[in-house]
């Protein structure tokens, strides 16, 4: 629960008083939400876009730049960006000018082309590895990689993080609870395998806990984000990231990096911009345009192996791989993003963006005695409700407090402000100014004066 003294009787009354006047001002969304418990599970066409805290749905009719219009004509800085998916803005000129140009040239075709053949080279120069292959979704390229690195290792377990957060993949849902067992996420709906008999749990920033988790010489992979960024933003500490590369080399394992949220980082992501080299890197979310896309690249020397792999391996189905990956339209999509999108003066513009929103929220707790914290990497920042930034998942976790944060993120969206639901995940893009950013940070100082009021 948060630190900051608000009874949770006075947070339910901010909350109903901010859901009653959004409910005033989208009477569209209401009426369509009705409409559409006829045709999706709880109204929306992915079960969990019911989570939101709006009392119903936000409708949206078009987004363009940092702006989301929504249905009853509210025009809405948007600092959620799709949860990353349109880190570079909505629409970008260079992804409106190759959908122009190619929408008639074919979408998909299942054969390779010379367009795959210039991503992988923008990818190379950007991300400093050799190989790669595509996918559909970050979700795909995260199970993808665990099943080569289990099909070249000839070893079955795996390692994650506390907290980590890899797409819908099974093998990563398994947590630590309170005494340090490990445990499948009891969230997930129809799992019927033990996913702990092959996924060992490590805390994140715990090199002595990944150490033991290796000692036996049994894991595959240690698959990883940089930063954790879905439990809440754990940095890691000092030291940590090049330890666990020393760490994997040391036992055979493999270490898979997985930037899809930490592409913020910079323009090669965070380990180029920290010097990390991971065997295999995941990529995913915006480098489409904001349409699926996804890709994993690996060292030559891992290519290799791959190739042997597959060669050694009966004729049939991998289980690698679908058939809309890699197709015509997406790799042209990844092209511009790649070569004109994902630039040295975007990643600057964004920077100074999310800057100064985490000076401006941090201002804004002080003045409210709000004892929370804000995290920031690159163009990506979150409000914490801790004293101290979490080092860990457990107690990213604990810093949790649901109520809270649903009712201040519709005080916000009621302000013209979206976030990132789920969590306070503020970010930038290059379409945002200065305005934009003391837009969300007076829109903060009034959600929490409403609260205190309340």
Not at 169 to 198: E, I, K, M, N
Not at 272 to 280: A, I
Request: overall charge negative; glycine content about 8%.
């Amino acid at each position: 629960m948060s630190p900051a003294p608000i009874p949770a009787e006075h947070i339910a009354r901010f909350h109903a008083a901010e859901a009653a006047r959004f409910l005033a001002a989208h009477p569209r969304c209401v009426a369509l939400h009705a409409q559409a418990q006829r045709h999706f599970l709880f109204g929306v066409p992915l079960h969990w876009m019911a989570d939101a805290p709006s009392p119903v749905p936000l409708y949206v009719d078009r987004a363009q730049g940092a702006r989301l219009f929504d249905v009853d004509g509210h025009a809405l800085i948007d600092f959620c960006l799709g949860d990353t998916g349109a880190m570079f803005g909505h629409s970008p000129a260079a992804i409106v000018r190759a959908l122009a140009e190619h929408g008639a040239s074919g979408a998909t075709t299942m054969l390779p082309s010379t367009v795959a053949l210039d991503v992988a080279d923008l990818l190379e120069r950007r991300f400093g590895l050799p190989m790669w292959q595509f996918t559909a979704t970050a979700s795909d390229a995260n199970r993808f990689v665990l099943r080569w690195a289990r099909a070249v290792t000839g070893r079955r377990h795996i390692v994650v993080f506390n907290g980590c957060y890899h797409g819908t993949v099974d093998d990563v849902f398994v947590d630590l609870d309170a005494g340090g067992a490990t445990h499948t996420r009891p969230s997930l709906l129809g799992q019927v395998a033990d996913l702990t008999a092959f996924t060992r749990v490590v805390e994140f920033n715990d090199l002595d806990g990944l150490r033991a988790a290796l000692q036996g010489g049994d894991v595959a992979c240690v698959i990883t984000e940089p930063v954790l960024t879905n439990i809440g933003m754990v940095l890691p500490e000092p030291g940590f990231l090049d330890a666990v590369r020393q760490l994997t080399r040391d036992f055979g394992t493999l270490l898979v990096m997985d930037e899809t949220h930490t592409l913020s980082c910079g323009p090669g992501g965070y380990c180029r911009e920290h010097g990390l080299q991971p065997d295999m890197l995941i990529l995913g979310k915006p480098i489409a345009g904001g349409t699926p896309g996804a890709a994993y690249g690996f060292t030559a020397e891992l290519g290799q192996r791959m190739q042997a792999a597959k060669n050694s391996a009966p004729p049939g189905h991998s289980g690698i791989g679908t058939t809309l990956s890699a197709g015509l339209l997406t790799l042209r999509l990844m092209r511009a993003m790649l070569a004109e999108v994902m630039t040295d003066a975007a990643y600057a513009q964004m920077f100074s963006v999310a800057q100064r929103v985490a000076d401006g929220l941090e201002d804004v707790m002080t003045r409210h005695a709000m004892p929370w914290t804000v995290t920031r990497i690159g163009a990506r920042c979150e409000v914490q409700f801790a004293r101290q930034r979490p080092r860990n998942g457990s107690e990213a976790r604990a810093a949790f407090d649901d109520a809270l944060e649903s009712a201040l993120h519709l005080a916000l969206l009621n302000r013209g402000i979206l976030l990132t639901p789920f969590h306070n995940m503020v970010l930038a893009c290059p379409a945002h100014t200065p305005q934009d950013a003391d837009a969300l940070i007076s829109a903060f100082d009034a959600a929490l004066a409403a609260l205190r009021a309340a």
